[in-house]
């Protein structure tokens, strides 16, 4: 019998197939010439968008290993023992991209001053 589809099976239905996209288009307009907001970021914020980058990526593994052990193609034994080897880089990621996010807002407040 299929398992149940809710939302919360849906919204990471959903992230596994976005956020691989989003990152693929990030790191191709990374060196795109178009002036458009995320080469602007890429070009004057390169540790804000490498750290979304990092946060995007252990994000979609959580999500993936996640559906992986709810289809039952991987065990749950599986599923808790990565936990650490995905859940310590998202944690340091989360931080990082505070880290950078708090830089940005900074740098914005002192130029506006």
């Known amino acids: 019998m299929p398992p149940e589809l809710s ?21 191709k307009l990374r060196n795109a010439a178009a002036d458009t907001m995320a080469t602007s970021m890429w070009r004057n914020w390169p540790g804000l968008m490498w ?8 994000l979609t593994a959580f ?10 193609i991987i ?3 599986s599923l808790d ?8 880089p998202m944690g340091l990621a989360a931080l990082w991209v505070l880290f950078e996010t708090g830089r ?3 740098a914005k407040a002192v130029a506006h001053r």
């Open 75 to 77: 065990p749950s034994r």
């Open 51 to 58: 750290a979304s980058m990092a946060m995007l990526t252990t």
């Open 104 to 106: 940005f807002i900074y």
């Open 7 to 27: 939302f919360d099976l849906l919204i990471k239905l959903f992230s596994v197939v976005v956020f691989p996209l989003s990152l693929i288009i990030n790191l």
């Open 63 to 72: 999500t993936t290993v996640d559906l992986m052990a709810h289809f039952g």
């Open 81 to 88: 023992a990565s936990m650490p080897y995905i859940g310590i």
